[in-house]
């Protein structure tokens, strides 16, 4: 909370400050307001003024040629859509050009982005001219260019290494991610292709369709949110709890063979998961290798339906994923569980505890504290597990009931098959911000009751 | 009676060889399976019986040669391309954000930070046909540049173990350093770098193995091109409806080729994973 307040006041401390600046600056300072970089070049700083002097004109440039156009367009996203005009001359069908909703949204977003970190550098700039006048006032002069390439590799390390990361971050995470997120507010699907078709604003349309006020796809969302969560739980504590057991086992004082026990595992969580998840479909299967072995050993009449049955493809899936999941645990858990102090299981067997009391006792509640943060990493991904459950089951059996999606489908896959196979991307999006919701919430009432959870006092 | 707790042990030990003798036959069927299929004669998916009639290496030869269809050295040599490309660009921009995140004091590092949390609670895919645009109009798409820039595009995001593991380095080695006149930039290339052997290992072998398992990005990317598939995509291919009965033996060849690098690989770098993955949860 106090952080937060901390920048909002910061943020209005440069709004008041880029006011008093011009009402306090000379006129340098005051033409810098308009010719941005002035208060650089004609204060010894030439090659600082060059650049803002090119980021302004540059700016005006791309805003003049595409960028107002651009930033209009979100407002309607497109009028005229792609149509045919019948050619007399040479007796054919032209297409004459029309809008594409897509780009338009597109680029729209883009040169909002463009425009925003155009006023921070105009703001920076004008700052700039303001404190160099201050310097000459009492007699320093502003650093030159060597300075400042200097500083770029001492006190301003941070702002040379982060640029590109976080450029990159930015054009292939956070602006494909805003223009999805509008996506979800617009009714981009099957029957709005750009560029023959166009879409375009319907405010929150989806999301009450996914909600409540479409029948089929409320229900589907429903059912799937459901599974999603019972997915989730299941899937994370039941390999918890079990790749902990296995490690205890291993690590048993009088077990032989330790190292080798520990790499058969960690040789299956090795392989490449789409190989072993779609082998284990092609095991799994109707007329697969597990059937069959039943089958010649007489133990079974008819095949059982691991993957066809709707509620036993639901038990499969989560069994599977703790072969998947257990060598993980295991892994990860071994260290930590021996550094569980060896007195605390000496005295509890004086006390005549057995293994199951030490487990529930000690054990647990050790590692429960030791490892909330892994836990919640493993529920989110749970949440998101998309590998396991598209590879192995595809999220079938089909259902009937539900939306372009199947019995054990999870609320990503669904996303993904309605973004690949259906092309309903604003149902989509609608999901993906769900998701997201979801995520968060957890997180937060997590991290919330560990952070107090960590004011108690240290475990023992 | 010490002697009756004694049996009680070597009786428990034993019970528990048994268990894990038991479990590891069950963790290794698939595998098994996927070994035995590779060197099956006959093609199929589905068989009425589990150990083959006859064995062959012609599933692994063919994969050579016969590249009309599915060029799976072609596929390989992409893969391997785009794995090396990649891990090189990930692990910079990875140890750049880390350093920063960890060492520097800015006034923007906290806002950062939950930035990122934020964004990487989204799905990761929702986003994948904006990508798919974005690199259109680079005119990029369909190719193997396009795919080691979404590979590593989101690194940044990633930087959570490898500063975990620089938060680790004491900082009285930088403030000495400092003393002796060294730069912020010298620090971290002739200090922190040298010191941080272990998560430059592993940031390196997660970047390079990510390429050789995924496959949806490079659904999306790819679409039809198959001679810019990676292996993965490739493999998947195989077993898809019309192609199963064919050419399942072969798929499995195919895989047991890439999960034995991958597996020794990852055997190796076992240790640093569970540091980097326990090293970040213990601190929260």
């Known amino acids: 909370m106090k952080k937060k307040r901390s920048l909002l006041t910061r943020l209005s401390e440069s709004i008041s400050g880029f006011f008093s600046h011009f009402i306090n600056g000379d006129g340098i300072t005051k033409a810098s307001y308009v010719v941005m970089g002035l208060g650089c070049l004609l ?70 982005f463009v425009v925003i970190g155009f006023l ?35 006190e301003k390390f941070h702002v040379t290494i982060l640029t590109p990361p976080i450029l990159m971050v930015f054009l292939f995470t956070l602006l494909p991610l805003v223009f999805m997120i509008l996506i979800a507010f617009t009714n981009f699907d099957k029957n709005h292709q750009p560029p023959g078709n166009l879409f375009t604003w319907v405010g929150l349309e989806n999301f009450s369709a996914a909600l409540y006020n479409d029948p089929v796809k409320s229900h589907t969302f429903l059912s799937l949110f459901i599974w999603t969560l019972v997915w989730a739980v299941f899937a994370t504590f039941l390999n918890y709890i079990f790749g902990m057991i296995l490690a205890i086992m291993i690590n048993k004082k009088g077990i032989r063979l330790k190292k080798f026990w520990r790499t058969i595992f960690v040789t299956t969580i090795a392989v490449p998961q789409f190989v072993s998840l779609m082998l284990m479909s092609k095991l799994l299967h109707d007329q697969g290798a597990i059937n069959v072995l039943f089958k010649n050993l007489g133990w079974i009449e008819d095949f059982i339906p691991f993957l066809s049955d709707p509620f036993l493809a639901k038990v499969t899936v989560i069994v599977v994923n703790l072969w998947v999941g257990m060598p993980y645990t295991m892994l990860i858990t071994s260290g930590i569980l021996m550094n569980i102090p060896a007195d605390l299981y000496e005295s509890a067997r004086i006390d005549g505890a057995g293994p199951v009391t030490q487990f529930l006792k000690i054990t647990m509640p050790y590692m ?15 949440i998101n597990n998309f590998n396991v459950i598209y590879l192995l089951s595809g999220g079938g059996p089909l259902s009937l009931n539900y939306f372009q999606a199947g019995n054990t489908d999870l609320l990503v896959t ?39 959870a960590q004011k108690e006092e240290e475990f023992q | 009676m010490i002697r009756s707790q004694k049996t009680r042990t070597a009786l428990g030990n034993t019970i528990i060889h048994i268990i894990l003798g038991i479990m590891s036959f069950i963790w290794l069927i698939p595998i098994g399976f996927l070994l035995l299929a590779s060197f099956r004669k006959e093609a199929g998916a589905y068989t009425s019986y589990i150990l083959p009639k006859g064995y062959t290496l012609d599933n692994y030869t063919k994969l050579f040669t016969e590249t009309s269809l599915f060029n799976y050295p072609r596929w390989f040599l992409n893969t391997l391309f785009v794995a090396v490309v990649s891990c090189i660009v990930t692990t910079i921009l990875v140890l750049l954000t880390a350093y920063a995140l960890s060492r520097m004091r800015f006034r923007l590092r906290r806002p950062l930070m939950n930035f990122i949390m934020v964004l990487g609670m989204f799905p990761g895919f929702m986003s994948m046909i904006a990508v798919y645009h974005i690199l259109k109009a680079f005119g990029l798409t369909q190719s193997l540049w396009a795919l080691i820039l979404v590979y590593s595009g989101g690194a940044a995001m990633g930087y959570y173990i490898a500063k975990g593991f620089f938060d680790t380095i004491p900082k009285s080695i930088d403030e000495s350093a400092m003393l002796d006149g060294a730069t912020k930039s010298q620090i971290f290339w002739k200090i922190t770098l040298p010191l941080s052997k272990p998560v430059v290992i592993y940031t390196v072998l997660t970047s390079f193995i990510a390429p050789w398992v995924d496959f949806i ?10 001679q810019n598939y990676t292996i993965a995509l490739g493999l998947y291919q195989m077993i898809s409806r019309e192609n199963i009965y064919q050419y399942f033996t072969r798929f499995c060849a195919g895989a047991v080729l890439i999960a034995i690098p991958i597996t020794i690989l990852f055997i190796y770098m076992q240790k640093y994973y569970v540091s980097g993955i326990t090293g970040g949860s213990v601190k929260g």
């Open chain 1, 414 to 452: 669904w996303l993904y098959k309605l973004t690949v196979n259906e092309q309903n991307y604003s149902m989509a999006s609608t999901i993906g911000i769900i998701i997201f919701i979801i995520c968060s919430f957890f997180t937060l009432v997590v991290f919330n009751k560990t952070s107090s």
């Open chain 1, 43 to 112: 204060r010894k700083q030439l090659v600082r003024g060059f650049c803002y002097l090119l980021i302004q004109v540059l700016f005006i440039w791309y805003m003049l040629s595409t960028g107002i156009n651009n930033i209009i367009g979100l407002k309607t996203l497109g009028v005229n859509a792609q149509g045919q005009v019948w050619d007399e001359v040479n007796q054919i069908y032209r297409y004459t050009k029309g809008d594409n909703s897509m780009l338009m949204l597109l680029f729209g977003v883009l040169a909002v």
């Open chain 1, 120 to 154: 921070f550098i105009y703001a920076a700039s004008v700052k700039n001219a303001y404190e160099n006048e201050q310097l000459l006032k009492v007699n320093k002069t502003p650093s030159d260019f060597n300075a400042d390439v200097k500083r770029m590799f001492n």
């Open chain 1, 368 to 382: 429960l504290f030791v490892t909330t943060p892994y836990l919640i990493t493993q529920f989110i991904g749970n």
């Open chain 2, 217 to 226: 990005f490079v659904s999306v990317i790819m679409k039809d091109n198959y």
